[in-house]
């Protein structure tokens, strides 16, 4: 399992100007992404407003543009050197409990 969010001290100068052009792309694919997922959205509440129940589908679509969004973010925020990719691929985030 790997830390999204973890620092790195290291960081690449030329990386930093291609980061610009890639988060760009990525920012059109997430605006994409984003306009269907909310629309399955809307469609999903009526889905549980008529039914009482959720539409696996819709659901899942909706999970992967949310972990799409995540995996994301510690490229486009500076985190990290790591890019990932332009097109979402399938990404579990898991929630740790601190006790």
């Known amino acids: ?57 819709l659901s899942d679509f909706i999970q992967g543009y949310l972990e799409y969004y995540v995996h994301i973010l510690p490229y486009t925020f500076f985190m990290t050197d790591e890019r990932p990719g332009i097109l979402p691929t399938s990404v579990i985030i898991y929630e740790e409990e601190k006790v």
């Open 1 to 57: 399992m790997k830390q999204l969010f973890a620092y790195e001290e290291k960081a690449g100068r030329i990386e930093l100007f291609i980061r610009i052009i890639y988060s760009f792309i990525i920012g059109i694919v997430l605006m994409i992404y984003g306009c269907i997922a909310g629309i399955c959205m809307f469609i999903q509440f009526f889905v549980i407003l008529i039914l009482g129940r959720r539409s696996r589908g």
